[in-house]
Each structure stands twice: as C-alpha cells, then as structure tokens.
C-alpha cells in the first residue's frame, strides 16, 4: 500500500507512515475511520432516549442464508425495517414516523456463524402532524409483537425469492431444492419462536455517539481478542455464555482460523449500514431540524469536517504529524509508492 516518509529539516530524524488498506474487515484500519463517522453522525443525535434493539433469524436458516449472503442479508432489513414501520405507525402502538440506523453483523463470540441485525431507535417521531411523540424511557412495542410481526416479513419474502428461483442451494441447504423440504423447513419456521431483544435505553446523547461506534465498524475479531500464534494455531479470547460471559482462551488451527473469520467476509459493495425513517438519507436535515425545534435540543457540530487528515489527526488524538517527536522541528515528507508482484 506505499507510506509516506518524513524527515526533521532539523536533526535529520526520520519516520516512517505505512498507509493503510482501508478494507472494512481489516482490524487494523478501522480507529479514524470510527471517529470521523461518530463525529458526522452526531450532528443528527437528539436529546432524547434510544434503545438498542437486536433482530435475530433461527438457526435453522443459517446454512441457506450463507449460500445466498447479499439476498438473504437485504431480506433482513428490509424485515426489520418493516416491522419497526408498521408497528410506529399504530396509533395502538405510538403512531408516529421515527428513525433508526441499522447494521448487520454475523458473527458471534467464537466467530461462529449467527447472522443478527443492531439497530439503534431514535426515542420518539414525528406524527401527522408533525408533533412530536414518545413513550419517554419506555420502549414503544411489545418485544413479542416485535417478533411475530418480524417473522411474518421475513418468511414472505423467502417465500417470494424461492417462487422466483432467484435462491441458491449448496452445501447442507442442497436438500431444500425440494419442494416437500423447503415447505417442511417453512412449517418449522412459522411454529417457531423468534428471538428480538430491545436494551435499556441510553443515557444521554453522549452514550449514543459512543455506542455507534462500537457497532458500527465492529469486525468479527479484534487484534486485542488475538492472544499468541503458532505455526500451527491460533489462541484467542472468546465469551463463555455458560459462564456467566466470561471471556476465556480458545485455539484452533490456523487454516480454521482463517476459514471462520473469511465467512464474515460481506459481499463486494454490500451497504452494511442504513438509515430508516426521520434519519434516511432524504429526510433527515429537514425532519432533524424539526425535531430539534419542537424538543429545544442544541445541535451537536462537527469537529472534523472540511479538515485536513493533519488537522483531523491533531483534533482526535493530539498528533502533530507536521513536526517531529524529538526536536518539534518541521517534518518533510514525500510519498513512497507500493510494490505488487505480478505472477503468472
């Protein structure tokens, strides 16, 4: 990937900056990237309760959705975000329009496979006309409500891609190219309860911002989860659920290693976080600004837009990469391209 080289103009001391790959899975390349989406995002946060409210499918559809990732993960959005419609939208219920930022993960602690859906819901909305509604710290829906209305959206839509042939069957999902097996599958599903969870809301704006960050460019593993390697295997710290979530060592071999964190992997161009509601791409300047007016809340600004990455760098995290550590003399610097090897 290149680097950029600097050297003191005063004692001559030199540095070297390797850049980085900027892959979304990499764990690596994640830390400014992080920061400058919570800062962006915050320009939209309110003073209001969120919940933190997680979609999750049965098992039973893990192997079909993995051999038909960008069609089965889309089927999970879409669900969701017509559950959280439907229901807001119920005078029963709240009857408002509200917003909520969703993200996909698939992994659980061990890395295993377990495709679920965060989304972080804006306390309240917007209703008719245009008056502000919440249920204060109460969460607006029934989690069972939630999870019946979510497996009735999510099963259509199975249905419909399976009679449009658009679905693909590999691997233990080969067997469900029959139809008796995929009606049977179905059945199993619908008598099935499924898991939706809402959290305690947030305390304060403040929380929210933080709390993004940490589900919105998380990866299925971390550097620091990753305790030693051999030329054989490799340990890591993974939670305990049968104690208490405790997080102890696990090794497995390299090459599984490697097998279970590629399943993670999203496909080419796949947008893994989307916004719904008053906090769409379309809706949220004027429905923010709004709400901002009816609820009397500030504005939170941002710090880093229109700034240069030195400028960006210094704001995060009081690096001056213009002088140098040693003698605070000016830095230059030139750019040294990456090397790839061609085969074949």
């Known amino acids: 990937m290149g680097a950029n080289v600097s050297e003191c103009e005063s004692c001559h001391k030199k540095y070297i900056l390797y850049n980085s790959c900027k892959n979304r899975h990499c764990p690596m390349c994640q830390g400014m990237d992080v920061d400058e989406w919570i800062d962006k995002q915050q320009e939209n946060v309110l003073d209001v309760p969120y919940f933190h409210t997680v979609f999750t499918i049965p098992e039973e559809l893990y192997t079909l959705v993995y051999w038909n990732q960008k069609l089965l993960y889309d ?87 399976r009679e449009s042939e658009k679905l693909r069957y590999h691997g233990t999902a080969k067997d469900l190219q029959n139809h008796y097996s995929f009606k049977e599958l179905i059945n199993k599903l619908y008598e099935k309860d499924w898991i939706v969870y809402t959290k305690e809301a947030f305390n304060g704006a403040n929380s929210v911002i933080k709390y993004l960050g940490r589900y919105t460019h998380r990866i299925a593993i971390s550097n620091r989860r990753i305790l030693s390697m051999t030329s054989e295997t490799v340990t890591y710290l993974a939670k305990d659920y049968k104690n208490g979530g405790k997080m102890i060592p696990h090794t497995v071999k390299g090459t599984e290693f490697i097998r279970m964190f590629l399943m993670h992997v999203l496909p080419k161009g796949f947008v893994r976080i989307r916004h719904y509601g008053i906090l769409s791409c379309r809706s949220k300047k004027e429905k923010m600004e709004l709400c901002r007016k009816l609820l009397n809340c500030i504005q939170y600004l ?12 210094m704001i995060l995290y009081k690096k001056d990469i213009c002088k140098c550590e040693a003698c605070g003399g000016n830095l230059l610097s030139f750019r040294l391209r990456g090397c790839y090897s061609l085969t074949g």
């Open 302 to 313: 941002s710090k880093l837009r229109d700034k240069t990455t030195a400028e960006k760098l």
């Open 75 to 161: 089927a999970l959005y879409h669900a969701a975000h017509l559950t959280m419609t439907e229901l807001s939208g119920d005078p029963k219920h709240l009857g408002a329009k509200i917003g909520y930022i969703c993200v996909l993960h698939t992994w659980g602690s061990r890395m295993n496979y377990h495709p679920h859906l965060h989304m972080i819901v804006l306390g309240g909305g917007l209703d008719a006309a245009n008056h502000w509604k919440d249920k204060g710290k109460k969460f607006f829906f029934p989690v069972k409500v939630m999870s019946t209305v979510f497996k009735k959206h999510y099963l259509k839509e199975l249905k419909e891609l």
